[in-house]
């Protein structure tokens, strides 16, 4: 969330080449991962990997991270399955990939990125 914080609003657009998600789209990928991984190894249900339309906009994709988030965190203290258990340390490990990414947005904005916290 303080990498979401630390980009402008007016920087959701920017991608450093046109060939890649711009940061609000990379973000929103991010929160889709965190549902798509509770649909699929925790409520059981088989749903493709179908992405929503991604808003540039900071205020609907910090809302959407906010909301995969809180929802991660209420799951995971509950009992998970080993299924599911597979399923979250994947989630996790594309969270922090495209976290990397996100940070090379910033630099390129001339953002100093903040620690990496857990």
């Known amino acids: ?10 920087h959701y ?10 940061f609000g789209e990379l973000l929103q990928h991010i929160a889709y991962g965190i549902h798509w991984w509770e ?9 493709e990997w179908a992405p929503p339309e ?15 988030y809180d929802a991660l965190s209420k799951t995971i203290k509950g009992n998970l399955s080993e299924e599911a258990v597979k399923g979250f340390h994947a989630t ?9 990414q996100a940070v090379l947005f910033l630099r390129l904005q001339g953002i100093t990125p903040p620690e990496y916290t857990y």
């Open 1 to 10: 969330m303080a990498v979401a914080d630390a980009m402008p609003d007016k």
């Open 39 to 47: 649909e699929n190894f925790i409520k059981g249900n088989k749903v």
């Open 92 to 100: 996790i490990d594309h969270i922090t990939h495209h976290r990397g």
């Open 13 to 22: 657009s920017f991608k450093p080449v046109d060939t890649v998600w711009n």
């Open 54 to 68: 991604v808003s540039a906009k900071k205020k609907q994709v910090v809302e959407s991270l906010t909301s995969a």
